[in-house]
């Protein structure tokens, strides 16, 4: 068992590969645990399937990493929000983290998510505890994929004091940036500008807080390293809204004109109002993001069109 | 597929082994999974570890049951609240719910526990929803195994809807009766007597909700028949001192002067009140206990003195 060795989920993920390089640059060993490789630079990749928890739990003792970063989640755009599979992962992430402990594992953070929080009578920002006049955010996940999230954290928080861990529990709000999958919001508009189409969205008022990818995995690294524990928002702190994002993004393509606000009604259940309070990552683990919203819009929409001059859009 | 096949776990437990009469007087084709078989009479077994979840799945789609009755955890006296075997029953249970949806199942009924309410600021009768001006009790667990509860009905309610499954969650109180663990409060104290030796307890001014165990096994029948959803108190709505159950447990030893009460000191966390709310399983399931705690203890000390008659105490 190393001090510095960290068990790391998802790591060919969207947050996961980004995380490798912070990982690195503080100095640990990464053992990177899942069903494809990514980057093999400095991480020892086990490739097998996280739901196999009988496999899972032999690498898990093999390795016997004194951290864990788990952030391996069903994230099939569109379909994570009710997927069947949230059970599945609920049950490989508790598992996961009893092998962990059982192994000789001292400190565990979870990808936890903003679904969490009650969306139904929207707050000014999200806060993960109570601080002084302001209340913690109830959570209510409306979804089973926040459902699935909180469950996995009330078992987590129960378990971590009595197996002797440090926990913490990083709840992500929106991201983005370059290798996105292009189903998602920016990828998806950026696209369609990019090939001169009109790109149909909501009204685009709701307001959101988005973080660039590497700021997320950056942030995730940093929190691993610090010993806060408990519930701590992965998020910029800024309110911004869908329609603002989808501006910065059309200047970017340049084709502003081909943005057709209004065109589609918003999703179901879809709040207003969704930006996190960040004291905790501000104050506690000492983590301020690096990248401007404007700029980080501007490279994804730039490696965008890179990547579709080079082999079509790819859609 | 047939409509009024049930699966049930558990089935071999202390619940479980008293439901396979009231499920087949009420015209169920019982499939019974687990370890260890128990009664056989009407009840088809399935030997598996349910932890098992790829062989469990097989089993589970083989049978295509309409109804589930999930009665297993782990259960170990006194290691149960904060066994780390409450994560593995966690996973277990929601793919079981899974494998059971997708087998074609309909109507689930899982058992819960008082230990999901709030003991820290004990309430007359804890409800499971909002009666009038009586608010439900909140929901916070203080162990790993209340957490465990509470963490699996989160995902099982999130997922019954969009699924298809129409879903009961019984939440179980304090119950005794013939056949309980030895370790546990009644057999031990009335073994105790019967031997002749004194029985030390705590003070016993704790007041507790006990339901003879053949009316929780009836109780989670009817239940299973119903067509009621949400969680639902399986108990006896009756307050009752422990000084009070020991006292009877001594009459019917006719050992009340070897009963030492105060002699040990409660248990970290225990709540002083802890009583059921009962109207959702009197008014809407229509299941009312028949078995009085007077009755019900002196025949449980009947049989533990007829059984150490037979074959020792067997402590």
Redesign the interface.
């Known amino acids: 068992m190393s001090g510095s060795r960290v068990l790391l989920t998802g790591g060919s993920g969207f947050i996961g590969s980004r995380a490798i390089a912070p990982l690195l640059a503080a100095g640990y060993e990464i053992h990177a645990l899942g069903r494809s490789r990514g980057a093999s630079e400095g991480v020892t990749w086990h490739e097998l399937d996280l739901l196999d928890?009988r496999a899972a739990g032999r690498v898990v003792a093999d390795v016997a990493a004194e951290q864990l970063l788990h952030l391996a989640w069903y994230a099939e755009p569109g379909r994570f929000w009710?997927a069947?599979e949230?059970?599945?992962w609920?049950?490989?992430s508790?598992?996961l983290?009893?092998a962990f402990?059982?192994a000789g594992g001292r400190r565990a953070v979870i990808a936890g998510t903003c679904a969490e929080y009650d969306w139904s009578d929207p707050v000014e920002r999200c806060s993960e505890l109570d601080y002084g006049s302001r209340q913690a955010t109830p959570l209510r996940?409306a979804?089973?994929y926040?459902?699935?999230k909180?469950?996995?954290r009330?078992?987590a928080?129960?378990?971590a004091p009595?197996?002797g861990l440090s926990l913490a529990w990083g709840r992500v709000f929106l991201l983005y940036g370059p290798g996105e999958d292009q189903r998602r919001l920016v990828p998806q508009v950026a696209g369609a500008l990019l090939a001169g189409e009109p790109a149909q969205t909501s009204d685009g008022a709701q307001v959101r807080d988005f973080m660039h990818v590497d700021d997320v995995a950056a942030g995730f690294a940093a929190l691993l390293a610090s010993n806060v524990e408990g519930p701590v928002n992965i998020a910029s702190g800024e309110g911004v809204s869908i329609a603002d994002v989808l501006a910065l993004i059309a200047a970017a393509a340049g084709r502003r004109e081909l943005l057709r606000l209004g065109a589609l009604p918003r999703r179901a259940g879809e709040p207003d109002r969704l930006v996190a309070d960040t004291r905790r990552l501000s104050g506690e683990v000492g983590f301020a993001p690096a990248i401007a919203l404007e700029q980080g819009i501007a490279e994804t929409v730039d490696a965008l069109a890179a990547a579709g001059r080079e082999g079509g859009r790819g859609r």
Chains 1, 2 share one sequence.
Do not use: F, I, K, W
């Open positions: 928890d009710a069947p949230n059970l599945d609920v049950a490989a508790v598992r983290l009893r402990a059982e996940p979804t089973l926040g459902a699935s909180h469950a996995t009330l078992v928080a129960a378990y009595q197996a």
